[in-house]
């Protein structure tokens, strides 16, 4: 059964950090590109990273740029997103998902995770 499922969320100040891990299971995740989507409250779905299956590159959205840092560990079949200095307006429920391109569009990829909450309040 293919699988992606997604932990590190939770509840954080203004200024802390999250490291938000997805593994894979039913299929090889070396073989395809990771990103990772957040959905706020009656906002659409946005792409915030993503990284390709081949040489690495990544992107970043401009409002997480020098504070997110997506990563890959292929012997363990698991994505990670590293979020720092985080700020209210990254409250939402974050996806991971895998696919043939490294893409910011939702429709780009193939498999999703179930969502985690991230929530920064004081």
């Known amino acids: 059964q293919v699988q992606l499922v997604e932990s590190g969320g939770g509840l954080v100040q203004p200024g802390g950090s999250l490291r938000l891990s997805c593994a894979a299971s039913g299929f090889t995740l070396d073989y395809y590109a990771i990103g990772w989507f957040r959905q706020a409250p009656g906002k659409e779905r946005e792409g915030v990273s993503c990284?390709?299956?081949?040489?690495?590159?990544?992107y970043y959205a401009d409002s997480v740029k020098g504070r997110f840092t997506i990563s890959r560990d292929n012997a363990k079949n698991t994505m990670y997103l590293e979020m720092n200095s985080l700020e209210p307006e990254d409250t939402a429920v974050y996806y991971c998902a895998a696919g043939p391109y490294a893409v910011v569009v939702p429709r780009g990829y193939d498999y999703w995770g179930q969502g985690t909450q991230v929530t920064v309040s004081s």
């Open positions: 990284i390709s299956r081949n040489d690495g590159s990544t």
